[in-house]
């Protein structure tokens, strides 16, 4: 019965959830639009800025590898042209990569202010093209050689440009295009003018190259980019986790805040509540028991005494109320003295053995010799076992039995069990059992008087005690609830100390 507010409030979370998703996913779709539709390229404004700054860190990290391999190349080149030209095509190309890398830096120190990507891209595109032009000059000037093996020493050369200049500009493909296709269409046209079969393959070897670099640069490209997704989608993520948690703690904070008043509000109005109570039940004690005379009528005594038990369900009602109200709002003080739980079992025993007996349950005892006693709150303590004692006679059948034992823990504390043969609780309704003003099931159906109070201020007290409370239940077995207290309350008795033997005293003789 209690497992259809449960999950119609588990339902109303899920909807609220996949609402917030959805406006969440409908939020993101917009921001993307928004800034597709603002973007030079067809993608975020960040990751038009991201992708520039990728290029130019790319250019940055290969400052030195690029003059390495102009001067490899260069060497390379004396076998088939003069030096004073090899010097010239060599200090061009530093000049323009110089320019480059001047450029780059700039745009890398520029980059937390937002600058103007149309223009850096249009620059960096310039600057890529400018660069493959001294490579385009060392082609032309190898071309006037006729000597074995220039053509390789030129395809291979044009390979080396097509790879690196691809790879450095992949996060710009319009620069590896401008940087790389004239290097390929003057190779291309070289060998082409040649009319040879060979030099006709090695043209359509050079085509092939260029389609197969650009293609592998828009890979990386899209790497790159699927790359900055993911990381822009995680910080997304975190920051919605971090507004989720600082609304949860918000909530949360309010809803102590609120709870915590609502436990003093309680917890302060005692006396309000009790006085009017008390008066209650003594003027309908009066007239039940017709104090100041007889009352003619039977029905009004009928009514008195009614109104005498609905006033003590009533106050016992606010007293559970209030106990919990103070232990909730940490006013609950324990009086705590040594208390002999053996004792404290039997008087709680006595008290219940009438009512036990009214539905005809027979209720037994096993202890557990020589316990010492414990360290604890008198009154809270018996209110745990008449609470537990209450609730097995409340849910047990007519005829039933009850079962209560003292003893050791294995820890070296103390324990109080209750279990009796009743109807027994299902396992998934233990924690509403324990949670405040729940109740189960058989509760309901049987329509018995009570709070669902009880249980949560004997798990509470014993929390206060530094023990726990366990509640162990089977459908049509019976239910068995243990309250531990811990070794540390347990009061050892003491050694006794031994008395040190008289010494003899020694005789002072006077002298002479």
């Known amino acids: ?16 959830r996949d609402r917030a998703e959805r406006r969440r996913a409908a939020a993101r779709t917009v921001r993307d639009l928004r800034e ?27 400052a030195y590898a690029l003059p390495m391999l102009v001067v490899l190349v260069g060497l390379v080149a004396t076998l088939w042209l003069r030096l004073p030209a090899i010097v010239i095509w060599a200090a061009a190309t530093l000049v323009i990569h110089a320019g480059g890398f001047w ?54 050369t044009m390979l080396t440009i097509l790879a690196v200049g691809t790879m450095f500009a992949s996060s710009l493909p319009a620069g590896a295009v401008a940087g ?21 393959a090695l043209s359509f070897l050079s085509i092939g190259s260029e389609i197969f670099f650009l293609t592998l640069s828009q890979r990386l490209q899209a790497a790159t980019m699927a790359m900055m997704h993911y990381r822009a989608e995680k910080d997304l993520l975190i920051a919605e986790l971090g507004t989720a948690k600082a609304i949860s703690d918000e909530s949360r904070r309010r809803a102590e805040e609120a709870n915590l008043a609502k436990s003093r509000f309680l917890a302060t109005m005692s006396h309000e509540l ?27 005594r009928e009514y008195a005494g009614d109104i005498h038990s609905s006033g003590q369900h009533l106050l016992d009602l606010i007293n559970e109320i209030l106990d919990l109200s103070r232990i909730e709002a940490g006013r609950y003080e324990l009086n705590e003295e040594p208390v002999t739980l053996v004792h404290l079992v039997e008087d709680c025993e006595n008290l219940m053995r009438l009512r036990a007996g009214k539905k005809g349950q027979k209720i037994t005892r096993q202890v557990e010799p020589n316990l010492p ?37 294995a820890g070296g504390g103390e324990y109080v069990s209750v279990r009796d043969n009743g109807p027994g609780i299902p396992e998934e309704e233990i924690p509403i059992v324990l949670s405040a003003f729940g109740q189960g099931a058989i509760a309901i159906k049987s329509a018995e008087q009570g709070t669902g109070l009880g249980l949560p201020i ?3 007290m014993a929390e206060m005690h530094d023990g726990t409370f366990e509640l162990r239940s089977k459908l049509r077995e019976g239910t068995e609830a243990i309250i531990c207290f811990p070794r540390s309350r347990v009061m050892e008795p003491l050694a006794p100390i031994a008395e040190e033997e008289a010494k003899p005293r020694s005789r002072w003789r006077s002298a002479g």
């Open 274 to 300: 009790r006085t009017p109570l008390n008066a209650i039940l003594g003027f309908s004690e009066v007239m039940q028991n017709e104090v100041l005379g007889p009352m003619q009528n039977a029905t009004y």
């Open 180 to 200: 790389t296709a004239p290097i390929a269409l003057t190779m291309v046209a070289l060998f082409a003018l040649r009319q040879d079969v060979l030099y006709l």
């Open 1 to 16: 019965m209690q497992a259809g507010p449960a999950q119609a409030a588990d339902d109303k979370t899920l909807m609220n």
């Open 36 to 62: 597709r539709l603002t973007s030079t390229s067809g993608t975020s404004p960040a990751f038009d800025q991201e992708l520039l700054l990728h290029y130019a860190t790319t250019r940055l990290a290969a």
């Open 458 to 460: 004997v798990q509470a």
């Open 373 to 409: 006693r414990l360290w604890a709150d008198e009154r809270a303590v018996r209110q745990m076992v008449l609470n537990l004692l209450s609730n097995a006679i409340k849910f047990t059948q007519p005829g039933g039995e009850i079962a209560i034992s003292v003893g050791w823990t």
């Open 103 to 156: 450029l780059c830096r700039r745009f890398v120190r520029q980059a937390v202010d937002r600058p103007d990507l149309r223009k850096w891209s249009k620059a960096f595109v310039v600057f890529e093209f400018l660069n493959g032009l001294p490579w385009i000059g060392l082609l032309l000037a190898t071309s006037t050689v006729h000597a074995p093996g220039i053509e390789i020493f030129q395809f291979a």
